[in-house]
């Protein structure tokens, strides 16, 4: 098999030089989970991918996806890494549809780019997404990770927004998936199996959007709470209600402690909602939601708007990169599970984790029944390690249990090895495997990387 | 194997009372709601996962086609045998409401439970199943996942895959597996994403999940009548870029309020150019403030008049009019060909005046019934099948207007499905390796062409464009 | 064997009309229960499609199909976007089945009695020495009445509607305000001569003369309907000349079947047996189309004349009501507001609708009696909804649907003609006054 580097003038060739990185220790900051890779190559437009891909796929070399490298701790770790693929430079806006509300981008563009575009334009507009890692994450990687935000209780997932998305197969073929309009059954819906694939079928190079016109009116209600049943009754019921909050949110009072600019409310737990739509029917919300909140044992009812209400939103979705600056070590999982159970499991794994004595941060989004559970392991990492893999296979017992799963998104090196990172693999993976075969015969893309270590 | 053989066979799965072979029981599932026909060789009535997975093996053992039907109302040749095989019949004893589990806003259903049945029951708990097709009354969950069903509330609530959670699935060689669940964003493909829609080519769904919401506070339905179909279309953009999302946003071209009123004598008024159907959902704070802001903007574009709808009778008999307006047609003419392409809204306007200029070109009559929202056209081509001129020039108008949704920059099929009928237009949409990358999915998942083979992308790649052509 | 024509032109037309959208399915009691294509309307105008033209040689197993499966309740005819009547449709292959392959014997004496009066006078007398001497489970094992159960069978009249009327019944005070024919059905004659009595007394009460023919017989629908086309005829002719007439201002029908039999299916069949070339005269069309266009419910003529009614004072104690809606009113002839106006305008009458008010009440003439499984599922949904409106009274205005309701509801709610509940208001308000 022929090395990476031999194909350099190959690449060059293509997206010319300077796109073209082998310098090893510009290479070793970006290994992922101890793996360097050969090349990062960064090609401008979709179709020097494909000849990057075609060319790399001749010589049976692995492609590994790189956006805002914000993800890449997420997966299992690289059976191979010869050519990093930066989609950096894909950023072009392509067909900018504002009439129709529909956008198709570059996947290198970054969410927070296209959010500040979008806001600036005529009456101002918005993508209905809020993935984590707020100001890096692009489109490729958000697509191809499924990283979901609070506010899919709204809106829906990245499954109910992307219309269509353009890839590159690992032979180098442009398929095209979807398209623009809202309703499209014109064969079957490739679009759809993409997101979240994590580049195991191909590489996303462009995304078309559903947009939003910016709501009259938005706000957000911080509820602190001491007792977390009394939370979870509380959510439930506005869950259950003709209400429609744009995000229902708990969490432990620590998990923005890095922000305490921003969260100054007491209490051992606290709910948020984002609330959003017509004028009317945000004070409405914002005033029943804090009258029932306090019938339910909420201790106090703080409204937030304008700049504290948007930024708030965004501290809370970067919270575990901020808990990451301080515990290096940090290991975040995402465990998902029907609706009713949010509180179950919220306390569950706290008490799981306090009686292991293990620091923790927790933040649920509660209406669509995700929970992210930082574990701030610190030092004591290597000394815990065996406590802290027990508690991740109870906490993965416990999601699957309650029809769901759990991701590690992210572990340091070490205990990486020694879990599924995956979750429990479900029925029907002989299809995802067969998939795999199908799109990436020989297995180039992103090899080892994803669900069942394909 | 013999056909009698296959038959004791399946007599040994489900027992004999539950086959039917007769010529008349064999005409009767050679339909559906489109223009499609072919004959099965038997009709097969199972109750349970079990028994479809031991005739899915059969099937796949002797390869012999296996197509699941439920109540036949596809507009696209969905259920129809065109290769001959066996029809799974779900209506009869796979009708179940399984589960509704109101704490986790999810129902378990059966793929035979009809639509309406479902929202009937949910109607009791203050709950609803969002996606409304309008064969709603008639169509089944199964038939829904398989063709992706639309509907007018998709407009603000997705279409059917955005409802449909999970899956238990019988493949083709008989294994049953879980796709999905209850929970949303399992990690893995999205696998339940990938089987709906895929028109029963990919696997057969024995129970499938659903998402439901609670029943919104209020609902405020518009009714405006225009004299141009331009202004409504306006009407519509405006409504849009206003920042509004109504949950339904319906038009009515004069052909097709003739035919409704003919029908449904509910008034309105056969000499308008359209008519536009608009609804509100919500909270009821500010719902009157919105509905004053879409009068004013009818006005604006000259609407001859707009009604708000005074109590649920006057909505009910609105939304009936509405769904009934396909077959309310069959008063003008005997038959008519649907084709469903889906356009960039704001492409409306140019798309309506090509459609009325092929509809000229080859001396056809067009009735437009649309879901104005989301740019999803309903041309009904009118003929009368024993006129076999006329049907040439139908198909031949059918075949041109999904051209012009194309060029527009749209898609030749919305809710309906490509089935047998948009074969022969998947290359006005897709490239050679597009349609290469669509036939990776079907070999996977089933790759001796068992399941609904004929439908949704033939198999045969190398020579598959031209044969396509020959279809259309 | 060539097989003969199955429609005339204009009933053929219906199987180019239906675009198979499956709406009609849903509206189908039928389907409803059996889910299969053959228990529905669209499968069965399918397949006449195919025998007309010929893809499709007449089986006995579609005869039975369109014999077992069919109400004849009219649903998918009012609920047809494309206007398709399958009942036309229905008929033609019914006919050529019963030609092809004959009646069954059970049905053939049940048109022979039905034909002739002094048939039934004598079925009246065996089933009420039949009923008295054994009842209960031997009788329904030897006569096979399906899903009815005997001894929940109201008895036979002693003595006929007929005899106990004179032929023509005045108003009390002499000024007339309208004149009008009076069409009973057999039911009425035999079984609910209560109901009869109640549509004159009503009707006098109100002004209106009131003439009873004492030679009318079967409207003939549940024989044409079997494939006894030429039967029906006669039947067709007998009643035609007594009916067909100018110089009254309405022909007064107390039976939903009847009514519709007048009303629709005369011009229909005389039409289409035309048109195939049997005996039928332009001028027996005509006189179709006139009575078709005198034809009223009874229901339908008092709520157009509400004004010609006594006061009815109010008082009494208060009863709930709940109405039915007969299928071949309902649907067949669109009658569905008037029975409730009249029920809603009683003082004392607490109304109540019930769900799924005019779904089909699984009753459908013999069809109970043929397809007691089937029926049973259908009239459990109808019993149940009535049921849970708590009423004393199910008013109707179709005796079949009494015969069936009745037989299988709570014996505590009393099942009976709309026109019996404003009779029994008149009477207490006219007795406060005495």
């Known amino acids: 098999m022929p090395d990476a580097t031999s194909l350099i003038p190959v690449f060059a060739d293509i997206v010319g030089a300077d796109h073209v990185i082998a310098d090893p220790d510009r290479l070793k900051a970006l290994a992922i989970d101890g793996v360097v890779a050969k090349l990062m190559v960064s090609p401008k437009t979709m179709e020097e991918t494909a000849k990057i891909m075609a060319a790399a796929y001749k010589d049976d070399l692995s492609v590994i996806p790189i956006g805002g490298g914000t993800k890449m701790a997420l997966g299992g770790i690289p059976s191979r890494a010869d050519i990093l693929i930066s989609t950096k430079r894909m950023d072009s806006y392509l067909d900018y549809d504002i009439d129709n509300l529909t956008i198709q981008v570059e996947s290198g563009l970054t969410i927070a780019a296209i959010q500040a575009k979008l806001e600036a334009e005529g009456k101002g507009y918005f993508l209905p997404v809020d993935p984590p890692h707020s100001r890096n994450a692009t489109v490729g990687g958000v697509v191809a990770t499924n990283d979901n935000g609070p506010k899919r209780l709204l809106y829906g997932g990245l499954r109910d927004n992307v219309l269509g998305n353009t890839v590159v197969l690992a032979n180098g073929d442009i398929v095209r998936a979807g398209g623009k309009v809202v309703k499209n059954v014109a064969s079957y819906d490739l679009t759809k199996l993409f997101i979240g694939s994590l580049g195991s079928l191909g590489l996303i190079c462009r995304t078309t959007f559903k947009i939003g016109l910016k709501p009259e009116a938005e706000a957000s209600l911080l509820l602190p709470f001491n007792d977390l049943s009394k939370a979870g009754s509380f959510l439930q019921r506005i869950i259950s209600s003709f209400y429609y909050p744009a995000a229902l949110e708990v969490m432990t009072a620590n998990t923005m402690a890095h922000r305490k600019d921003i969260l100054k409310t007491e209490g051992n737990y606290i709910v948020a909602v984002f609330c959003e739509g017509i004028s009317e029917a945000v004070d409405r919300q914002m005033k029943d939601l804090s009258e029932i909140g306090k019938n339910e044992g909420a201790l106090a009812a703080v409204p937030l708007r304008g700049a504290q209400h948007r930024d708030f939103w965004i501290a809370y979705r970067d919270f575990a990169d901020d808990w990451s600056k301080t515990d290096p070590n940090l290991i975040l999982l995402k465990s998902n599970f029907v609706i009713s159970k949010h509180a179950e499991m919220f306390a569950a794994s706290e008490k799981a984790l306090s009686d292991a004595g293990l620091r923790y941060a927790l933040a649920a989004h509660a209406g669509t029944g995700t929970l992210y559970t930082a574990i701030l392991p610190g030092a004591d990492l290597e000394s815990r390690k065996e406590s802290i893999i027990g508690e991740i296979r109870r906490l993965t017992d416990m999601a699957v249990g309650n029809d769901g799963n759990l991701v590690v998104e992210r572990a340091p090196f070490s205990l990486k090895k020694q879990v599924d990172v995956w979750g429990r693999i479900k029925s029907g993976f002989s299809l995802v495997r067969g998939l795999k075969e199908r799109f990436d015969p020989t297995g180039v893309l992103n090899p080892g990387r994803y669900v069942g270590g394909i | ?472 | 064997m060539e097989q003969k024509p199955f429609f005339g032109k204009e009933a053929a037309e219906n199987i180019y009309h239906c675009i198979r959208c499956g709406l009609c399915l849903p509206h189908c009691p039928v389907y409803r229960e059996m889910r299969e294509e053959s228990a529905g309307p669209r499968g069965k105008v399918q397949i006449s499609k195919r025998l007309y033209e010929g893809d499709l040689t007449l089986s006995e197993e579609i005869k039975d199909n369109y014999f077992s499966t069919c109400l004849l309740c009219g649903s998918c005819v009012a609920n047809c976007p494309s206007g398709v009547n399958l009942l036309s449709l229905l008929q033609g292959v019914r006919w050529r089945g019963v030609q092809k392959f004959g009646t069954s014997w059970k049905n053939r004496l049940e048109f022979k009695m039905l034909s002739t009066h002094w048939m039934m006078s004598a079925s009246v007398i065996m089933a009420e020495w039949a009923r008295r001497y054994f009842g209960g489970e031997w009788i329904e094992s030897k006569i096979h009445l399906g899903a009815l159960s005997v001894d929940r069978i109201p008895p036979f009249s002693e003595k006929t509607f007929t005899e106990m009327v004179p032929e023509v019944a005045e108003p009390p005070k002499g000024n007339v305000k309208a004149k009008v024919l009076y069409f009973h059905g057999c039911a009425t004659k035999y079984l609910n001569v209560g109901v009869g009595m109640a549509v004159v007394e009503v009707l006098t009460k109100m002004g209106v003369e009131v003439i009873i023919p004492k030679e009318q017989g079967c409207c003939g629908l549940p024989v044409f309907f079997s494939g006894e086309r030429k039967t029906a005829l006669s039947m067709i002719r007998n009643n035609l000349p007594l009916f067909a007439r100018d110089d009254v201002d309405a022909v007064i029908i107390d039976c939903a079947t009847c009514g519709s039999s007048l009303k629709n299916e005369y011009i229909h069949i005389l039409k289409d047996l035309r048109e195939l070339g049997e005996d039928v005269t332009a001028d027996e069309i005509r006189a179709a189309e006139l009575l078709s266009s005198k034809i009223q419910d009874v229901s339908l003529f008092i709520d157009s004349h509400r004004d010609w009614l006594p006061e009815i004072k109010p008082g009494g104690e208060k009863i709930r009501v709940t109405y039915h809606d007969p299928c071949h009113l309902a649907k067949a002839q669109g009658v569905r507001s008037q029975p409730r106006n009249i029920l809603k305008s009683i003082p004392n009458v607490e109304y109540i609708e019930m769900n799924g008010a005019d779904d089909c009440c699984g009753g459908g003439g013999s069809f109970q009696i043929d397809y007691p499984e089937i029926s049973a599922k259908i009239t459990k949904r109808k019993t149940d909804n009535i049921e849970a409106t708590n009423a004393q009274f199910c008013a109707t205005g179709c005796p079949g649907c009494m015969l069936t309701i009745s037989n299988h509801v709570d014996p505590a709610i009393k099942v009976i003609h709309t026109v019996q509940i404003l009779q029994q208001a008149l009477k207490r308000s006219e007795n406060s006054n005495g």
Request: hydrophobic share 40%; charged share 25%.
């Open chain 2, 1 to 472: 194997m013999e056909k009698k053989q296959l038959l004791q066979k399946l007599a040994e799965i489900v027992g004999k009372d539950d086959i039917r072979t007769s010529e008349m029981q064999l005409q009767e599932y050679s339909y559906d709601a489109s223009l499609i026909k072919g004959k099965p060789d038997c009709i097969v009535i199972p109750e349970s996962t079990l028994e479809v997975s031991r005739i899915a093996r059969l099937a796949h053992e002797n390869h012999v086609p296996l197509i699941v039907r439920g109540t036949g109302s596809s507009l696209s040749g969905g259920p129809v045998p065109v290769r001959g095989g066996i029809v799974l019949l779900t209506t009869p004893k796979m009708n179940r409401i399984l589960e509704i589990d109101i704490p986790n806003q999810r129902v378990v259903v059966e793929p035979g439970v009809i639509t309406l049945q479902l929202k009937n029951e949910l109607a009791k708990y203050g709950y609803l199943y969002q996606p409304d097709p309008a064969s709603e009354k008639t169509s089944t969950m199964g038939g829904n996942l398989a063709e992706n069903s639309g509907g007018p509330l998709c407009f603000k609530y997705g279409v059917t895959t955005n409802h449909i959670l999970g899956a238990e699935l019988v493949l083709a060689d008989g294994e049953v597996i879980n796709v999905g669940g209850k929970s949303l964003d399992n990690p893995g493909l999205d696998l339940i994403g990938l089987v709906t829609g895929s028109e029963g080519t990919l696997a057969i769904a024995t129970k499938i999940i659903l998402r439901i919401m609670p029943k919104n506070e209020g609902v405020k339905t518009l009714l405006a009548i225009f004299d141009t179909v331009n202004d409504g279309a306006n009407t519509v953009s405006e409504i849009v870029k206003s920042g509004m999302v109504p949950s339904t946003l319906e038009m009515l071209d004069n052909l097709a309020i003739k035919a409704v009123e003919t029908f449904y004598k509910i008034g309105l008024p056969t000499d308008a150019a359209g008519l536009l159907l608009i609804e509100l959902d919500g909270l009821n704070d500010g719902l009157d403030r919105l509905a004053g802001q879409i009068i004013e903007i009818c006005k604006k574009n000259n609407a001859r008049e707009v009604s708000l709808a005074k109590n649920n009778a006057e909505r009910d008999q609105l939304w009936t009019a509405r769904k009934g307006a396909f077959g309310a047609t069959g008063r003008l003419r005997p038959n008519y060909l649907v084709n469903d392409g889906t356009v960039p809204r704001t492409k409306l306007p140019e798309t309506l005046r090509r459609v009325g200029e092929i509809g000229k070109k080859y001396n056809v009559e067009i009735a437009n019934v649309f879901h104005a929202g989301d740019g999803n056209l309903h041309p009904l081509i009118l003929f009368d099948e024993r006129d076999k001129d006329e049907l040439a020039r139908v198909h031949k108008a059918a075949f041109e207007i999904l051209q012009v949704c194309v060029e527009v920059g749209g898609t030749i099929t919305g809710e309906h499905g490509v089935g047998v009928e948009k074969l022969g237009a998947l290359s006005l949409l897709f490239s050679p390796a597009d349609l290469n990358a669509l036939r990776k999915i079907k070999r996977v998942f089933d790759p001796d062409d068992i399941l609904n083979p004929g439908k949704l992308i033939l198999m045969e790649s190398e020579s598959s464009e031209r044969k396509e052509v020959v279809y259309a």
